[in-house]
């Protein structure tokens, strides 16, 4: 099934479309403010998206929001693991100190 991309003239929203067959009507009107004023835009390739794609084509919003969920965790804290380690000159044994 060929997936077209059509292109609003009058808000530049673009929305797309699997196409049944070649017979099928294609949208008149704009998804979003129902202007006639659109085109469809050539695509290179048709069928099913892979994930990837089906992960960019993610609302921005959604993956923000995870983003600033993520950062909240005390995982997401670069220090945490220092914050944990004994100082250096209070350990009973420091050991040899780490050549890095
Ligand atoms: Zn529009």
Redesign the pocket.
């Known amino acids: 099934m060929p997936l077209f991309t059509y292109s609003?003239?009058?808000?530049?929203?673009q929305f797309e479309k699997l196409v049944r067959g070649t017979k099928s009507p294609e949208p008149e009107t704009?998804?979003?403010?129902?202007?006639s004023?659109?085109r469809k835009i050539p695509t290179t390739f048709s069928l099913s998206r892979n994930e990837i794609d089906a992960l960019r084509s993610l609302d921005p919003m959604y993956k923000r929001m995870v983003e600033d969920r993520m950062a909240q965790t005390p995982e997401a804290e670069p220090m945490r693991h220092l914050a944990k380690m004994t100082p250096f000159d209070v350990a009973e044994d420091p050991g040899k100190p780490i050549d890095f």
């Not at 609003?8 to 929203?13: A, F, L, R, Y």
């Not at 704009?30 to 202007?35: E, K």
């Open positions: 609003c003239e009058d808000c530049d929203e704009c998804i979003m403010c129902s202007s004023k659109i």
